[in-house]
C-alpha cells in the first residue's frame, strides 16, 4: 500500500537550460554536437580559485548563499589545476608568484580559460611597483577581466558568465588552431 | 632603572671614542657607533648584568644618499625585556664598500633580518651563514629601497603619463584641464 498523503510540491523556480537547435522527430534528434558539448562545458565549469588578497574575499561572498556562484554550474571548486577548466587569479600577484601561476596554469588540461579578476590581477592596480607583477596577462594569456578595486560579487558573476560565452562558443577546434599555438608559444607554453 | 642615559654612560665609558654620538627622539635613545665595533657593542650590550639587551626586536637600514661616505645607516632595534626598555644602535655605511659584521651569531633572528636587510639595501653583512634574497626574485639585479630607484615598476610600457597628471593635457570634450 502506497501512502501518498503528503501533497507533492515541484520547485518551479528551478530553470533547466534551453535545448540546442537541433531537428526532431519521432524517436530522433538531430543537431550539432558542438553545440551539445557546448552547453555541457558552459553549464559546469569547474573553478580554480588563485586568490591572493581581497578580491578573493569578494569570492568567497560569490561563491556563498547569497550570491550563489552554484546556479551557473560551478558547484565543485577545486584546488587542484589537473581537474579544473577554470583559472580565477584574484588579487595581486607578485613577481615573485608569477613562476607558481604559470606553474599552476601549465598543469590545467585543455580546454582551460582564465579570468583576471580585479584590478591587481588585470593590470598590478595600484601596486606600480618593483615587487608586483603588472597584470598576469604577461604570464599567461587570459580570457576576461573584470574591472574592480575589488570587484563587487556581481562583477565576478558577469566575468563568470562572459568565460561561459566563450566556453559556449567556442570551437571544438581552437585548442590545436595555429593561432591558438602560437598564442602559447608567445608566453613560452607548448 | 634603566634609562638611556645610563645605558649612553655605559658605552661611551666603555668604548669611548667609538661612540659618535647620540639622538633622543620618541623617548628613545639612538646611539651612533663605529660600524668595525657593532658585534663588540652588541655583545656588550647583551652580557652586561646591568643593561642585558638580549632581544633584538628590529634590523634596517636607511638610505641618505646626500651624506656622502655613510649613505646607508644599518639601526639595531635592542630590547631588554625584563625592564621594558628599547634602544636604537645606528652604524653609518659608506654605499661603496658596504661591509659590517653579521650579528647572526649573538641574535638568531638577525639571520633573517640581515637576509631582508640585504635584499632591500645591498648591506653586506660579513659572516652571514647564507646572504642570499628573500623577499624579492632571485633575479633581481638591483637593491630596491636605494633612493635612486623610483618606486613606480620602471619596465612597463603602457603607462600613460597623461593619466598620472605627468605632462600632457587631459581633455574633456569641450574644455581642457
Known amino acids: 500500500m502506497i501512502h501518498n498523503k503528503r501533497p507533492v510540491t515541484h520547485n518551479t ?3 533547466i537550460v534551453d535545448m540546442p537547435e537541433g531537428v526532431q522527430g519521432e524517436g530522433f534528434m ?10 555541457a562545458r558552459k553549464n559546469s565549469i569547474w573553478p580554480l580559485p588563485f586568490a591572493t588578497s581581497c578580491c578573493g574575499i569578494e569570492f568567497m561572498a560569490t561563491m556563498g548563499s547569497t550570491y550563489d556562484l552554484s546556479r551557473f554550474g560551478s558547484e565543485r571548486l577545486a584546488f587542484t589545476p589537473r581537474q579544473c577548466d577554470l583559472l580565477m587569479v584574484m588579487g595581486t600577484i607578485s613577481k615573485k608568484m608569477a613562476p607558481v ?4 596554469y601549465i598543469q590545467m588540461a585543455e580546454p582551460r580559460w582564465v579570468v583576471a579578476v580585479g584590478a591587481c590581477a588585470s593590470s598590478g592596480g595600484i601596486f606600480d611597483t618593483y615587487s608586483v607583477l603588472q597584470g598576469i596577462d604577461q604570464v599567461i594569456p587570459v580570457d576576461v577581466y573584470v574591472p574592480g578595486c575589488p570587484p563587487r560579487p556581481e562583477a565576478i558573476i558577469d566575468g563568470i558568465m562572459r568565460v561561459q560565452d566563450l566556453v559556449e562558443n567556442e570551437s571544438l577546434r581552437r585548442r590545436s588552431s595555429p593561432e ?5 608559444k608567445s608566453y613560452g607554453i607548448s | 632603572m634603566l634609562n638611556s642615559k645610563f645605558v649612553l654612560d655605559k658605552l661611551i665609558e666603555k668604548f669611548g671614542e667609538s661612540v659618535f654620538g647620540y639622538e633622543e627622539q620618541f623617548d628613545m635613545m639612538a646611539i651612533y657607533g663605529d660600524k668595525e665595533l657593532n658585534l663588540k657593542m652588541l655583545q656588550f650590550l647583551y652580557d652586561d648584568e646591568d643593561l642585558a639587551f638580549r632581544f633584538m626586536t628590529d634590523l634596517t637600514a636607511i638610505h641618505y644618499p646626500n651624506n656622502k661616505g655613510e649613505e646607508l645607516v644599518v639601526t639595531y632595534l635592542l630590547y631588554n625585556m625584563p625592564k ?6 645606528k652604524f653609518a655605511l659608506d654605499i661603496n664598500k658596504p661591509d659590517i659584521y653579521t650579528a647572526s651569531k649573538l641574535h638568531a ?3 633573517w633580518l640581515e637576509r631582508e636587510c640585504y635584499d632591500f639595501y645591498g648591506v653586506n653583512f660579513v659572516g652571514h651563514p647564507n646572504l642570499i634574497r628573500v623577499m624579492n626574485v632571485d633575479e633581481m639585479d638591483y637593491f630596491p629601497m636605494r633612493k635612486e630607484f623610483p618606486l613606480e615598476d620602471q619596465t612597463r610600457t603602457d603607462k600613460d603619463d597623461e593619466m598620472f597628471g605627468r605632462g600632457g593635457h587631459f581633455n574633456f570634450g569641450k574644455f581642457s584641464v
Not at chain 2, 621594558?84 to 644602535?89: A, D, K, P, S
Open chain 1, 180 to 184: 591558438y599555438v602560437e598564442l602559447l
Open chain 1, 101 to 104: 601561476l604559470r606553474q599552476v
Open chain 1, 30 to 39: 538531430a543537431m550539432q554536437f558542438s553545440k551539445v558539448i557546448g552547453l
Open chain 2, 84 to 89: 621594558n626598555f628599547h634602544i636604537r644602535l
Open chain 2, 109 to 111: 633572528t638577525a639571520n
Open chain 1, 13 to 15: 523556480n528551478v530553470k
